[in-house]
């Protein structure tokens, strides 16, 4: 759409806005004022611009005097700009073909004492608005097509909820988890506070939900290797790996396993049990399908002085004939029109905190470790026994919390949330297992602020007996005689110190971003906040958007959190997405950056200068210069202001139409 | 020598977001301030360039003031960040060239319209004295109108 | 060709280091090419005529006048105005003329402190009698007249109507040549036309230009006394205030293949009304620093902020009217 070559043709109409304008500067003489600007066709004054009759006589004029700007001096344009641009569109002009005047807020309102002076003021400001107006230029609003699709990156409790929210409004939804089953941390947790209730049976029914859903389509094994595109139309590139068993021949009957000749530690315990090179991660694995490890697998790793592999028991075994060792890798690309980050933390590592002595003794093992202990399909079945011989009944177990939280010379200030809460829980579930044991809980301060965590906490000191100390262990010392850890403590509150020995220290290890959610933050171009985690796009009012158009985050690769807000956010995160599939379109604003190629040298400031990525130099005709993406422009214009030729413009607010009104005001 | 009644032209750039609405909540307020300053306004606060603020110098205004949203507040994330270094370097120039204190940048957050108010009073003030000291150059030495 | 139908060519130098007659000079063997189809009426510094023979040409009797180097001194704007008279074409030559050039910066001074130190107070004047130059002077041989010192160096379109210019300090011997084709060519040109040099800034045809990283983020200027760059990488990214993305191109970035940062010398581009101006604008882009420390740190090293944006375009563009003469 170009803007017409012809003569602007300006219409001024100038609002008493009742008493507000007119009590104050003479609109009859600023009318005439207004008339006797260059290229104004016609200057009217009336009460009420934004009424019918107001608005009507602006849509006659427009017809009659052919006009092809329209100028309104009146109230704020944040107030009216949208009715008086939905005007000039039923008029059948371009909406940016207006300018309007603050004669109101900006004048009349605050310069009451000065007529004559708020007089003079209204003329400079008309003039300005005309002169812009005069070079005001027919300007679109692209509508861009979206795919109703969207792309769930993390198959934890947050993504799944995400996936699910979407499925269930009709969205066509991708889940890419990158181990071999969804279920995330959640699924390695005993019991959850501050209900108590069992992990995995609140969790395996949502992953049975996503695994039977029709509208989602499950990528286990799977990551995200590229990504193109923007809001609306993503093209993302997803690399499946290969799990050397077929999915749809494998019914999960563990013969292979049974007989696989080499072993790994596992995982899913955090390396406390043994697993075999085929494996499924914990028996409700959704998709429930064995995978070959090859980096252990004696097929993979084993070869004779011919070349041939010397195990292929796992084949021989199945009955199913699921077996497959020459599955390859697989790429393939979707098309989304949003994307939903949420690939969760993972704990801190207590090696850096050299003054606990993690790994130097296996009695002292992070809270991770211990809920796998305490979990019935962990490596002890659930009873409370001490690593690494699971001989010995711990009688007495020093929680150290703020383990990589809260710790500036680990370089994490922040605190991580939960820990408070699932300490108080194992506390609890360790005293109903061991009620002769004795539970210390080395604290610096207790957070439980959720809805019923508070309660919790008290359940833990009154009913359970679990000792609540106020202090910052500065170290723990093995025995050398009897090879137990010694936690030194001093009680803030009592000013005592001990020296507690313990059969059993547990590290109440802090939340830090998951390794895959920085490979996935940089794909997508989102930022990360100081503390690691994503940038959400404003602290307060917008925590599940980033600043990238069309991608969300939630869960834990936002902050740290527990369930129900990890919840709560996959479900904002999901009907923000909604937002723009539901809508099936996404518009580009007017007031865009455009490039003059032909004066465009490729210097690259502007690149330097977009928050939003949408600048890019790319080579045409030999040339390097700027292309800006109009779908990811915001229209800030920074890119205009930077740009050292001039070659870059900010539509609506171009040099050649910002220094005209600027000079007009200050030589008026 | 500048006459007693001078009246200073201050040209303030004004942000959509933060710093245009203070100025319309200052009206919505009725808080009264001098009539000497005329806004301008842009999208974003990184938008003015150092070329505006000197052809708004050069052609006859006395001052004049960028404002923006407070940093961190931005609502296109960095844009006054950029503002800021593009200010802090016009005013190097504007001080070596005597013209330092022409040029002012200040945040006003969308509910400070009495602080904007308030600001403008004692801009004009100060602009008014600075004309009328001895130091401030008469036009044959090329000073200010 | 006939001393008739040769193109007349006048060339002069004002307030001139002489650079730019050199340029001519440094057109090698192209000049003879030149001197062909030309005939020189008047060049004070290389033959002998004089003013009165300007004098005495018909108005329009010169085809193209060239004119380097910046107004300071009356008699300077006494013969330009007479070489406008006498010439159908005047170009302004090299940046002193386009601009106003280095010596412009001694708009930031008023005349007297300048008049004042150059002559009373610099460290290696004596000068004991106070004596300070004057317009005229009584001699025992009669009242002599020197030129005025102008209050400011004013770049040649101050003074009088100039049809084209040809930028650098000096302009380089391909942008001369290419402007002398140009103006022989006979080729109709828009009034203002800058001759020889690119459309685009000097990025577009610097060989350093495709080193640039994806995004330039300067946590820290830096001065070229300080390092050696890396002749392989961009100097902007490499923290030197290099002038480039802002500065006209055509000079095929003679001062970056030496590993020195472009100074700005064949000026702004043609939608740019103040040089410095968009300098600054585009420094300031790339700073990584988000608050007045973090910007005074990045800014540290660079001592002459105005000196390096403004070295040659100060009597030009939007601050001539503004500068408020210091005093030394």
């Not at chain 1, 039923?90 to 004669?103: D, H, R, T, W």
């Not at chain 3, 060049?43 to 003013?51: E, H, M, Q, S, Y």
Request: aromatic letters at 8%.
């Amino acid at each position: 759409m170009e803007t017409p070559s012809e003569q602007p043709r300006i219409g001024v109409y100038i609002c008493h806005c009742g008493t507000n304008i007119a009590g104050v500067i003479n609109v009859d003489e600023l009318t005439k004022f207004a008339s006797g600007l260059p290229n104004v066709v016609i200057a009217k004054n009336y009460q009420f611009m934004c009424s019918k009759p107001g608005q009507e006589m602006i849509v006659e004029d427009i017809k009659q005097h052919k006009l092809n700007r329209v100028v309104v001096a009146a109230c704020s344009p944040r107030m009216h700009e949208p009715t008086f641009r939905r005007l000039l569109q039923s008029a059948g002009l371009n909406p940016y073909l207006l300018e309007m005047v603050n004669i109101r807020e900006h004048c009349t309102w605050v310069h009451e004492h000065e007529p004559d002076k708020a007089l003079e003021k209204a003329k400079a400001l008309i003039a300005a608005a005309v002169i812009r107006a005069s070079r005001l230029e027919v300007l679109e609003e692209k509508e861009l097509p979206v795919v109703k699709s969207a792309l769930v990156i993390g198959g934890g409790i947050a993504g799944l909820f995400a996936a699910l929210t979407l499925a269930n409004s009709g969205v066509k939804v991708y889940l890419v988890e990158s181990s071999p089953t969804i279920g995330g941390k959640m699924a390695m947790l005993d019991k959850t506070f501050p209900t108590l209730d069992c992990s995995k049976c609140i969790l395996t029914p949502i992953m049975n939900d996503v695994a039977n859903h029709p509208n989602i389509e499950l990528l286990t094994y799977a990551e995200v290797v590229d990504v193109q595109g923007s809001v609306g139309d993503f093209k993302i590139k997803v690399l499946l790996k290969p799990r050397y068993v077929d999915p749809t021949k494998c019914k999960a009957c563990g013969e292979c396993a049974k007989k696989c000749p080499a072993s790994a530690p596992n995982e899913f315990d955090i390396g406390l049990s043994k697993r075999k090179a085929i494996y499924i991660t914990f028996p409700q694995a959704v998709p429930t399908v064995y995978t070959i490890d090859p980096n252990v697998c004696l097929y993979f790793t084993k070869r004779d002085r011919m070349g041939r592999p010397l195990c292929g028991v796992c084949q021989k075994v199945c009955p199913a004939q699921a077996i497959d060792y020459n599955m390859q890798p697989k790429t393939v690309e979707i098309n989304v029109g949003a994307v939903i980050i949420a690939t969760g933390f993972e704990t801190f590592d207590p090696r850096l905190k050299k003054e606990y002595k993690y790994g130097v003794s296996p009695r002292i093992i992070t809270s991770l470790e211990f809920e796998r202990i305490l979990c019935a399909t962990g490596p002890t079945g659930g009873k409370v026994l001490c690593p690494p011989d699971w001989k010995e009944v711990p009688k007495r177990v020093v929680f150290i919390q703020c383990v990589g939280s809260r710790d500036l010379t680990v370089d994490v200030p922040y605190c991580s949330k939960v820990c408070c809460m699932y300490t108080a829980k194992q506390a609890i579930l360790y005293k109903e297992r061991v009620p002769d044991g004795e539970a210390y809980v080395i604290y610096i301060d207790v957070r439980a602020a959720g809805k019923g965590f508070e309660e919790f906490y008290r359940r833990a000191v009154e009913e359970f007996n679990v000792t609540y100390i106020k202090s910052r262990v500065g170290e723990v010392v093995i025995d050398p005689e009897t090879n137990k850890p010694i936690v030194r403590v001093e009680d803030a509150l009592t000013g005592y110190m001990m020296e507690l020995e313990a059969d059993l220290v547990v590290l109440a290890v802090g939340l830090r971003p998951s390794p895959s959610t920085l490979k996935i933050a940089e794909l997508f171009k989102v930022s990360r906040s100081p503390d690691g985690f994503l940038q959400e796009l404003h602290a307060k009012l917008y925590p599940v958007q980033t600043a990238v158009d069309g991608v969300f985050i939630c869960g834990c690769a936002q902050g740290p959190k527990d369930i129900p807000d990890s919840v709560a956010q996959a479900k904002a995160a999901a009907s923000a997405a909604l937002e723009i599939l539901a809508q099936g379109f996404v518009k580009t604003i007017g007031y865009v950056a455009s490039v003059d190629k032909d004066l465009c040298s490729g210097c690259g400031i502007c690149v330097s200068v977009c928050p939003y990525d949408a600048i890019a130099i790319k080579v045409e005709n030999g040339k390097r210069v700027a292309s800006v993406e109009d779908v990811k422009c915001k229209g800030c214009g920074s890119c205009a202001a930077a740009c050292p030729s001039g070659a870059m413009q900010q539509k609506h607010f171009k040099d050649s139409q910002l220094i005209p009104v600027v000079k007009t005001l200050a030589r008026m | 020598m500048s006459k007693p009644d001078f009246e200073p032209k201050i040209i303030v750039f004004a942000c959509n977001w933060c710093s245009y609405a203070a100025m319309d909540l200052a009206g919505t307020s009725r808080t009264q301030y001098p009539h000497n300053v005329r806004i301008v306004r842009v999208m974003c606060s990184s938008r003015v360039t150092p070329e505006m603020v000197l052809t708004a110098l050069a052609e006859g205004a006395d001052a004049v003031l960028i404002t923006g949203c407070h940093p961190g507040d931005c609502h296109y994330l960095v844009g006054n960040y950029k503002t800021l270094a593009r200010y802090m370097l016009l005013k190097k120039v504007l001080d070596d060239l005597g013209l330092g204190d022409r040029v002012k940048l200040e945040w006003f957050s969308a509910g400070e319209g009495e602080r904007f108010a308030q600001y403008v009073r004692s801009f004009v003030e100060e602009v008014k004295k600075g004309a009328l000291s001895p130091k401030s150059s008469t036009p044959e030495e090329g000073g200010s109108r | 060709m006939s001393p008739q139908t040769k193109v007349k060519v006048a060339f002069y130098w004002n307030a001139s280091c002489g650079g730019c007659e050199e340029a001519v000079v440094d057109l090698g063997e192209d000049l003879f090419k030149v001197l062909e189809v030309v005939d020189i009426v008047f060049w004070p510094v290389a033959l002998d005529f004089k003013l009165e023979d300007v004098e005495k040409l018909p108005d329009g009797g010169i085809d193209v006048a060239i004119i380097n180097g910046g107004i300071r001194f009356s008699e300077h704007e006494k013969v330009v105005k007479l070489l406008r008279k006498k010439s159908k074409i005047v170009v302004a030559y090299g940046s002193c003329a386009h601009l106003g050039g280095i010596p412009g910066l001694a708009n930031l001074w008023s005349k007297a402190s300048i008049m004042d130190y150059v002559y009373l107070k610099a460290p290696s004047v004596v000068n004991e009698s106070n004596v300070l130059p004057k317009e005229v002077v009584q001699t025992e041989v009669g009242e002599l007249e020197l030129p005025a010192f102008l209050d400011a160096l004013k770049p040649l379109n101050q003074v009088i109507d100039v049809d084209y210019y040809v930028p650098g300090c000096p302009p380089t011997p391909n942008v001369t040549f290419k402007a002398i084709q140009t103006l022989l060519s006979g080729k109709l040109l828009p009034k203002g036309v800058i001759l020889g040099a690119d459309t685009r800034a000097l990025c577009d045809t610097c060989p350093l230009n495709e080193t640039k990283p994806e995004k330039l983020a300067i946590k820290e200027f830096r001065r070229p006394h300080t390092f050696i760059p890396d002749p392989k990488k961009c100097l902007l990214a490499q923290g030197l205030l290099c002038l480039g993305p802002v500065t006209r191109g055509g000079c095929e970035a003679a001062c970056v293949k030496a590993n020195m940062p472009c100074t700005g010398c064949f000026g702004p581009l043609d939608n740019v009304v103040d040089f410095g101006a968009r300098a600054l604008s585009f420094i300031a882009s790339i700073i990584d620093q988000k608050d007045e420390e973090g910007i005074k740190k990045a800014l540290g090293p660079v001592v002459d902020l105005v000196g390096q944006v403004y070295k040659f375009s100060l009597p030009s563009g939007l601050l001539k009217d503004l500068v408020k003469r210091k005093e030394v």
